[in-house]
């Protein structure tokens, strides 16, 4: 299979290449900083932006939220099946 891609450079614009299971966690930052998030569950996500910011976000499932984050919470987090993509 061909990717006519591959030589260019990605921007966070563009769209995701991989995805990664979340287990929200109050210590510890993902081992990837995300272009996006998305759940399997409605509810509140606790984030820690990339710039450092912490603050609740409502995601919908079906919705891919579009945040450069660093970490998830498990406290204040609701929403369940959470994904990043990269």
Same mark, same amino acid.
């Given at each position: 299979?061909?990717?006519?891609?591959?030589? $260019? /450079?990605?921007?966070? =614009?563009? %769209?995701? *290449?991989?995805?990664?299971?979340? #287990?929200?966690?109050? &210590? $510890?930052?993902?081992? @990837?900083? !995300?272009? &996006?998030?998305?759940?399997?569950? %409605?509810? $509140? *996500?606790? *984030?820690?932006?990339?710039? +450092?910011?912490? /603050?609740?976000? #409502?995601? @919908? %499932? +079906? @919705?891919?939220? %579009?945040?450069?984050? =660093? =970490?998830?919470?498990? !406290?204040? !987090? $609701? &929403? !369940? +099946?959470?994904? +990043?993509? #990269?």
């Amino acid at each position: 299979m061909s990717d006519y891609f591959a030589s $260019t /450079s990605r921007s966070v =614009r563009d %769209p995701a *290449v991989s995805i990664f299971e979340i #287990t929200p966690d109050d &210590a $510890t930052d993902l081992q @990837h900083i !995300t272009t &996006a998030l998305n759940v399997a569950s %409605p509810g $509140t *996500v606790r *984030v820690t932006t990339l710039e +450092g910011d912490v /603050s609740d976000v #409502t995601i @919908h %499932p +079906g @919705h891919a939220m %579009p945040l450069r984050v =660093r =970490r998830v919470w498990r !406290t204040g !987090t $609701t &929403a !369940t +099946g959470i994904r +990043g993509l #990269t």
